[in-house]
């Protein structure tokens, strides 16, 4: 069997061209004569592959000086506790809960100190982004937290929230790289990578340099505090070492696609075959508040389970795989990252227009 158009959620679809790379690379990295698997951290050849990685990350995303790129493990979940532990000054922090992401960190936090879940939209099944343009702010919050594409209901803020003065965090697990971001913007800018960059194991965190510092919360372990892993450059201990490697591969595969801009208009094209179809099908509908749509996770359902059940099995039979809806809502998500070649979104489109045809 060859390659299948690969809709899932994460991990996801990488750039083929930087898995046929890293397959050549596998045997002897440039010369080395053995796999980055096998490499020392140390080494002078690992060093340039990070070195260049987060070079190249700071010139896709215009990252500014003053703001530390970390490479970590863990994933985007033990964030939910690594940002409350080291940014939770005054003990209080504002969350906004639109999915169950950012329903687990704000749970999550409110083992360290007072969160306040300022706004939700759990009301409609996560379907909207609530308004967050003149939010109850709490005045001794540390900071402001959202998720700003929620993977699991396929929102995506189109604005920030306004949040008074208080630094904004902000899990990008699912959109990172997927359009230009005004990092300046952000106190925290952190994601998986497992989504839209590279292998899982990998979580990058953004953060501007003076929020790390060593007033964190008691009892924070050396290996959870910003500042051990920002010291060391990301090589405190061991880094997921070849996730990081792939990572830099996907960055250069993205600043040959022309970059963030490019990235934009193409995943807005994308997105746009597969939103048109669903407004006009008579089978198959969105889920969500089109005003709030997300360019990268497309959640739809026909409105009939066994129906939809029917559609992801004959869907996988015909090489489009892993379209099912996420465990905790049902119907269909297509998660059409970076990675998804516009012919895959074509491909679904005609799928579904025939799946239509037959069971309307
Ligand atoms: C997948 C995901 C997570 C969880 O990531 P892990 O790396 O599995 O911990 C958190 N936030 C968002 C937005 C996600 O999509």
Redesign the pocket.
Known sequence: MGRVYNFSA?PAVLPEEVLREAAEEMLDYNGTGMSVMEMSHRSKAYKEIIETAEADLRELMGIPDNYKVLFLQG???QQFAMIPMNLMKNGEADYIVTGQ?AKKAYQEAQKYGKANKIASSEDKTFSYIPDVSDLPVSENADYVYI?E?N?IYGTKYKELPDTKGKILVS?V??CFLSEPVEVEKYGVIYG?V??NIGP?GV?IVIIREDLITEDVLEGTPTMLKYKTHADAESLYNTPPAYGIYICGKVFKWLKKQGGLEAMKKYNDKKAKILYDFLDESKLFKGTVEKKDRSLMNVPFVTGDEELDAKFVKESQAAGLVNLKGHRTVGGMRASIYNAMPIEGVEALVAFMRKFEEENL
């Open positions: 994460g994933g985007a979940s992401w998720c594409n993977t899990d697990s699912s998986g497992q989504k899982a979580v």
